[in-house]
Structure formats: C-alpha cells, structure tokens
C-alpha cells in the first residue's frame, strides 16, 4: 500500500525546480539553502513601497481650505448652501462668526443666524454695556463647516454605521440607516451637526457631495465673491488647493483634540473657538 504523502514532503528535485521556476539563483552554504528570488532587498521594498504611494496617488482626496484674510463676512456662502441643500430654518450646514477686538482685551462672537444676512459694524449682539460706545481695535470673520475629520468622533459613536467616510475622506451620513439617536450630534466638538426637523435624522455640511463628484464646486465655494473657500484634490499636487497649502501657513480648529480636520484654516486667530 502507497502511503500518501504529506504536502511538506517534497523532494530536493521538485523543490529546485520550484527554484527554477521563481526565476532565482540557489546557493547552499553548508546545510543552508538559499534563493535570492525569495529574498527581499532594501531597494526592492523601497520601490514596492513607491509603487504603493504612486498608486495612492492616482486617488482623489478631498479638502477644504478657508482663507480668514479674504472672508468679508458677507454671508452668500450660507445663503448659498441653504439654497442647495433645503437646510431648514433655524440651521445651518455652515455659517460664519465675527470676532470682535476691544481695549481692554475682551473678544465680541456674533454669528446672527449663522452670518446669512451679514453683520451690524460695530456688532449690536452679545455686546456688555460697557463696551457699547468703545471703537473696537481689530475684528475678522470666521466661516465654520463640518471639517470631516480623518480620526471623527462622529463615526465612531454611531451605533448603526449610518456615518460613514468616502475613500474621498468625505465624511457622510446614510440617510436611510440614521435612527436619529443623536449621539454624533453630541460627539462633534465642532458643533457641525443637528437633527434635521424634517428628517428626524443626523444632517451636516457633505461638502456638496452630490456636485463634487459631478466635477462642480460646493455650493459655498462657488457663491463667494471674496474666493475665501478653496475647495479640490489635495492629492493631486498641480491642484489649486495643493499650491495653497504648499505655499501658506495653516491651521486647523482645536487642533489638541487629534481629530485631524480636513477643513484648514488660513490667518486662524489664537482666539477663535
């Protein structure tokens, strides 16, 4: 009776010709056989490891850059993403806040529904009583929008998998798996998402997503007449976007909290919140 063999049976022929098929060189030092087509040299993993980044590259990441020096407060981008994306009355996807510098050191924020209608100089909201006929020293505005984090406490939070991220690094809600708990709602240190009325489900600035992937710009990038939003593939390093971040100092909202926004900043005051 033949006695089946065992798979790591393999006789010294077989195995040399497997050798010969890997396209290697053998060598056997004492009783150590050795294939150079199984071995992996420091120039090898250095360009597998290139090819891996090339290949990386050739995707589309998405990002966001606000340029504070240019924003002139004058609220088309949130009248503009109102306009797009049905947001309801008493909500914003995105909105913009002043930022007030006094004398004596103290700092005025406005955001009079969320800056769509643009704001009062001096500002008439939020203002003590002792600083009502004080001329303000320096003021800037901020726009805000969700900055779809790459480590997002939003998705991790969500009992159900409703928030998700894109391989765009767009961060979105499934609209049809949302049960409205609300729990990224309140993990969002940003204070970029509400419950929609409407809806009963989670909803946030999408940077448009339905446009981008059409090639169009969001909605807030498009309307404003200052080019303050700069939106586009930051991947691609001949890309609007990629120049602007290559080229400026940048910043990120509460940058201690490790979420890694993709929404950058540009001339972000110490300041702002």
Not at 161 to 188: H, I, M
Not at 214 to 233: D, H, M, T, Y
Request: charged share 20%; hydrophobic share 35%.
């Amino acid at each position: 009776m033949t006695t089946p063999r065992s798979p790591d049976d393999v006789s010294r022929r077989e195995f040399l010709g497997t050798v010969a098929k890997t396209g290697g060189q053998s060598f056997l030092f004492g009783s150590l056989f050795v294939n150079t087509a199984l071995l992996r040299l420091p120039q090898d993993v250095a360009t597998a490891k290139a090819k891996q980044e090339t290949e990386i590259g050739k995707g589309v990441i998405y990002g966001f850059v606000v340029d504070t020096t240019k924003c002139i407060g004058c609220g088309s981008c949130a009248r503009a993403c109102r306009a797009e994306n049905n947001v309801p009355d008493g909500y914003n996807r995105t909105w913009i806040e002043q930022y007030t510098f006094y004398p004596n050191g103290e700092v005025v924020v406005n955001s009079p529904v969320g800056g769509e209608a643009g704001f009062a100089e001096p500002p008439t909201r939020n203002m003590p009583a002792e600083l009502e006929k004080v001329q303000p020293v320096r003021g800037f505005f901020v726009p805000k929008l969700c900055n779809h984090c790459i480590d997002t406490p939003c998705i991790q939070v969500c009992p159900v998998g409703a928030s998700f991220k894109t391989d765009e690094g767009v961060v979105l809600v499934d609209k049809e798996r949302c049960v409205g708990c609300g729990y990224c709602v309140q993990a969002c240190p940003f204070g970029s998402r509400y419950l929609n009325p409407d809806t009963n489900v989670a909803d946030k600035c999408t940077w448009c997503y339905h446009r981008v992937t059409k090639g169009l710009l969001p909605a807030c990038v498009q309307s404003c007449p200052a080019e303050a939003r700069i939106f586009g593939n930051v991947s691609d390093p001949a890309s609007k976007i990629s120049h602007i971040l290559a080229t400026n100092r940048v910043q990120v909202l509460k940058s201690y909290l490790g979420t890694r926004p993709r929404t950058r900043y540009i001339g972000l005051d110490s300041e702002v919140i």
